[in-house]
C-alpha cells in the first residue's frame, strides 16, 4: 500500500489519461518525439519512417557490421550506404536490412568492398544539418550524388520521394544481396516485370536462421536496367558471395521528383504487391506522410503528460514511440502470414 501510495503521488503531478484520443484537434503528440535519440551510444534505434507496429520501415542504413550496426544507423557515422526496408529496434542481436535502394548520379559503383568495411562501393556522404526525421518521415541531402531522399510509409508499404539534379546518368541500385552483418543469403531470385517494376524474394540465415523477403517495387519513371548476379570475391582472397543487384538508369531534369512504392511479404510476390496497390494506391507522398503521423498522434495520445519542461516531454514522447515499434504487424492485408511451421496460413 506504501509503494502505491508513492507510486500514485510521483505520478500524480506528471501523467493523466487523454480521454479525447480522437477529438479533431489532438495535440500533436509526434512533435515531441526525437527519432534520433537511441541512435548513438549503444541504443540500436533507427531514425527511419515506420508507423505504429508497422511492417516495413524505410530507413538509412550507415554501417553493416559491428554490435553498433543492429539497427542499421549510428550517429557518429558520415556516409550513408542506402535505404533498406526492415529495421530491429532497441535489440542486442542483428537482423535485416533487407531491400536497400540508393538512388545515384554518374558511374554506379557495386563491387566489394571487403569484408572489414562499413561502406558499400556506392555509399554517399551527408551531413546531420540536411538530415530530419520524425515520426512517418525521414529526409536527408546526399551529398555524393546532390540528391534529396525522403521516405514515409503505411502498415505494409512505403514510398520513396527523390528530388534529383539534371542528369543524364542517373538511376538507383537496388540491392538484395546486401544485409546488416553480411547475413548468409540462402535464395534470392529478382525480376524486372517491366520498364517500371521490380520484384523478387530471398531467405536469410542469421540470427533468425529461415527469414524468408518478397518484395514489389514500382518507379514513376521508366528506366533501363543491368541484372548483377555473378558472385563476387568479398575481399583479397576470399570466400565468393551470391550477389543479386539491379543497376537502373534514366535521365533526369534539374530538380526532377522520382517516386518509388515498395511493398514486403513473409508470403510471396504478390502479398507484397498487393500490399503496395491496397495502402498506397497514388503517388501521393504527402498524404501518406499525412496519416502516418495522424496513426503516430493517436498512438501516442493514450498517456497526456502536463509539464513545463520540454525535455522531459521529449524524452517520455520518444520514450512512448519506441515501445510502439515492435511488435511487428505480420499479415498481409489479405490475412495471410508465415507460421512458424512455414506454412501459409
Known amino acids: 500500500m506504501k509503494f502505491k501510495t508513492f507510486l500514485a503521488g ?12 480522437n477529438s479533431p484537434d489532438m495535440t500533436d503528440y509526434a512533435a515531441y518525439v526525437n527519432p534520433f535519440i537511441g541512435t548513438g551510444g549503444h541504443g540500436h534505434t533507427f531514425p527511419g519512417a515506420i508507423v505504429p507496429h508497422g511492417m516495413i520501415s524505410p530507413s538509412p542504413d550507415t554501417r553493416i557490421d559491428g554490435w553498433d550496426a543492429c539497427s542499421g544507423y549510428y550517429y557518429a557515422d558520415s556516409t550513408i550506404n542506402g535505404f533498406s526496408h526492415t529495421h530491429l529496434s532497441g535489440t542486442g542481436c542483428c537482423d535485416y536490412g533487407d531491400v536497400l535502394l540508393m538512388p545515384t548520379v554518374g558511374e554506379q559503383k557495386y563491387l566489394p568492398t571487403g569484408s572489414q568495411s562499413q561502406q558499400m562501393a556506392y555509399a554517399s556522404a551527408f551531413s546531420h544539418q540536411n538530415e530530419t526525421a520524425e515520426p512517418g518521415y525521414y529526409s536527408v541531402f546526399l551529398d555524393t550524388y546532390q540528391v534529396k531522399a525522403e521516405l514515409t510509409a503505411s502498415k505494409r508499404a ?79 582472397g576470399g570466400r565468393l558471395l551470391p550477389t543479386c543487384k539491379a543497376l537502373l538508369h534514366f535521365d533526369t531534369t534539374k530538380d526532377e521528383q ?76 489479405d490475412g495471410r502470414y508465415l507460421g512458424m511451421d512455414q506454412q501459409v496460413h
Not at 510521483?10 to 484520443?21: D, E, K, P, Y
Not at 528530388?163 to 544485409?179: C, H, M, Q, R, V
Not at 529461415?210 to 543491368?226: E, G, L, V
Open 10 to 21: 510521483c505520478l500524480g503531478g506528471l501523467l493523466s489519461l487523454n480521454s479525447c484520443t
Open 158 to 236: 512505403a514510398i520513396h520521394r527523390y528530388t534529383f539534379p539534371e542528369s543524364k546518368e542517373a538511376g538507383f541500385i537496388l540491392d538484395l544481396d546486401y544485409s546488416l552483418q553480411r547475413q548468409t543469403n540462402k535464395e534470392m531470385e529478382i525480376e524486372v516485370i517491366s520498364p517500371t517494376e521490380i520484384c523478387g524474394r530471398k531467405k536469410t540465415m542469421y540470427w533468425a536462421f529461415d527469414q524468408y523477403i518478397n518484395f514489389y517495387a514500382k518507379f514513376s519513371k521508366p528506366f533501363t536496367y543491368t541484372l548483377v548476379t555473378d558472385s563476387m570475391a568479398l575481399d583479397d
Open 258 to 333: 522520382v517516386f518509388v512504392k515498395v511493398g514486403i511479404s513473409a508470403v510471396d510476390i504478390e502479398g507484397a504487391r498487393k500490399n503496395v496497390e491496397t495502402e498506397i494506391p497514388d503517388w501521393d507522398f504527402d498524404g501518406v506522410r499525412k496519416d502516418a503521423r495522424k496513426a503516430w498522434n493517436e498512438t501516442l495520445s493514450k498517456i497526456d503528460i502536463t509539464t513545463n519542461d520540454k525535455n522531459d516531454k521529449t524524452i517520455f514522447y520518444t520514450a512512448l514511440y519506441h515501445t510502439a515499434i515492435s511488435p511487428n504487424l505480420f499479415t498481409d492485408v
